[in-house]
């Protein structure tokens, strides 16, 4: 709770209240008890239906594959006025505003997903694209989830990492870095500082870069996909 100086010596209170809401997910194929689940977690202003269609080309029997979206939704459509029934819209996962219950709310979202979900013995991944990146290592890192494979695909793991955690929660998975040498959003500076920061940790991770911009690629997610 904080506040804030208003007139008259009043002052503006902040207060949090726990709410039930919906949040939306959607799959594509049906895994067994032994079969494989891949958790897909979208970038800015993307929505997770659109954000699945990239992977269609991977459904096979035995293997679900699950995108959940941001429960933050908003018009990313430029026109002026109104919005109608043309206007494009997108979902963000967080913004800096209120960041620490906007993280632990999507935390305890997607546990409560990979729950429902009813994760068995099979092997699990969990991918993450441009903001759904640090979206995906806070969930490992911070949630009850231990996938087999962690792939960060086209941003950076969050700076405010949380090295105590990551260690131990990182140390049987598998984590792949995927870069494009066209990326715009991978910034060198920070590129290296991210390599101090996961060192610290002693997370042990493989950079796979590919030609290629800020996008989901089939062939290099296949060759991710061979390799772990």
Do not use: C
């Amino acid at each position: 709770m904080s506040d804030a100086g208003g007139r008259d010596g009043h002052r503006a209170v902040e207060h949090h209240l726990p709410v039930l809401r919906s949040a939306r997910y959607w799959t594509l194929g049906d895994a067994r008890d032994d079969g494989e689940i891949w958790f897909v977690l979208h970038g800015y202003k993307q929505l997770a239906r659109r954000f699945l269609r990239r992977f269609e080309a991977f459904a096979r029997d035995g293997r679900m594959i699950v995108a959940p979206e941001a429960l933050s939704r908003f018009y990313v459509s430029p026109e002026p006025g109104r919005h109608g029934p043309a206007s494009v819209v997108g979902a963000t996962w967080m913004t800096r505003e209120d960041r620490e219950n906007e993280i632990g709310d999507y935390v305890s979202y997607l546990d409560r997903l990979a729950d429902t979900i009813a994760v068995g013995s099979g092997r699990v991944i969990v991918l993450g694209f441009s903001q759904g990146v640090a979206t995906a290592t806070r969930w490992v890192v911070r949630g009850r989830v231990r996938p087999d494979l962690l792939i960060l695909w086209g941003d950076l793991t969050p700076p405010d990492l949380d090295v105590e955690r990551a260690g131990p929660a990182l140390e049987r998975v598998d984590v792949a870095l995927v870069r494009g040498d066209d990326d715009l959003a991978l910034d060198p500076r920070l590129v290296s500082e991210e390599e101090v920061r996961l060192r610290s940790a002693g997370v042990e991770y493989r950079v796979v870069r590919y030609a290629g911009g800020h996008d989901i690629d089939a062939e290099v997610l296949s060759e991710v996909l061979r390799r772990g």
